[in-house]
């Protein structure tokens, strides 16, 4: 029994199993384990594989225990399955997620620029996720930032070389970011009907932190006024844009002078006293945009006027974002000013 007793406790170790013993009431040493129902079995599994080397190679061979334990009733009837301890080779360690840059940081929620890039790298997204997301979504880029050209934040990303100014490469940061001095929440569009346009509530909101006319035009203008302002509202509507710009300048009052006698008008476009329609007042030379619109009207162009400077220069050429025909912009403007459409 003592030689059977030493056998158990040696095959329990060598398979790695701990049989717990104590002394009986005659100081005998026997060996009760909780598993006694059980006994160990173990399997090899062999296999091999060649390894490239010298003229002839080489042979491995790999060895994967599997150690059972197997009921004996039930093995001894040939049913039960054995209750397995097999050696598993470890899972590999999943990869981290890939970051996603995000746009939210800048002037624009839609857009991708320069303050954007370094308050993703402060979130811990890596140059290289960024370029590869830049990749394969250039059309988030704008104005000096699209692709193509060298100076702009699309190319520096692309260049791994992206300079610190390029934060501050977009002019219309300035009103939203940098005008709200202290005790002051930056302009909104959050204060009227809609969160996409600014109306009567959200003038209100910003007169009331102490913003004035000045710095709200500006605003308007910074964000783009035929983004964030509908219908009247619009240059040139009546609405809320000119009431700003009345504000800021207040039309003078005619002075009496006697009716001249009439004679033939020359074509408004032969007038000597009227410069050449321009793109040169607005945010980009390349654009005709509401900046340039306010500047030729001035001059005493007429919409159809304008309409045709535009569509002489290519609408797809001087044109762009909502601005283009069809998109509910100054073209479209002008088109129904003109009665075109």
Known sequence: ?????????????????????????????????????????????????????????RQTVSVTPEISLRQREAAAAGSAAPISTS????????????????????????????????????????????KDWAQSNPQLFREQNVKGNQEGLYEQIMRGNVRVESALTAPQTAPTKTSAPTGRAPISLAAGQSADYFGGKDLEAARA??????????????????????????????????QLKNELNPPSAPSPSPSPAPSPSPSPSASPSRKPISLEYGQSPDYFGGKDLEVAKEQGYSSAEILDFINRSGTNKILRDQNVPGGGGLYDQLMREAGRS
């Open 209 to 242: 932190q102490g913003y004035s006319t000045r710095e709200i035009f500006d605003f308007i203008n910074a964000q783009g006024a035929n983004k964030i302002l509908r219908d009247q509202n619009l240059p040139g509507g009546g609405g809320l844009y000119d």
């Open 1 to 57: 029994m003592a030689s059977r007793r030493v056998s158990v406790n040696l095959a329990g170790r060598a398979f790695g199993i701990d049989l717990p013993s104590f002394e009986a009431e005659d100081n005998s040493a026997e060996t009760q384990s909780i598993l006694s129902d059980y006994f160990p079995e173990l399997k090899l599994t062999f296999g091999s594989k060649s390894q490239r080397g010298g003229r002839l190679g």
């Open 87 to 130: 050696v598993q080779q470890p899972a590999p360690a999943p990869t981290a997620a890939k970051r996603v840059p995000s746009t939210r940081f800048g002037v624009s929620d839609v857009y991708f620029g320069g303050e954007d890039y370094w308050r993703n790298i402060e979130q811990g997204v890596t140059p290289q996720e960024i």
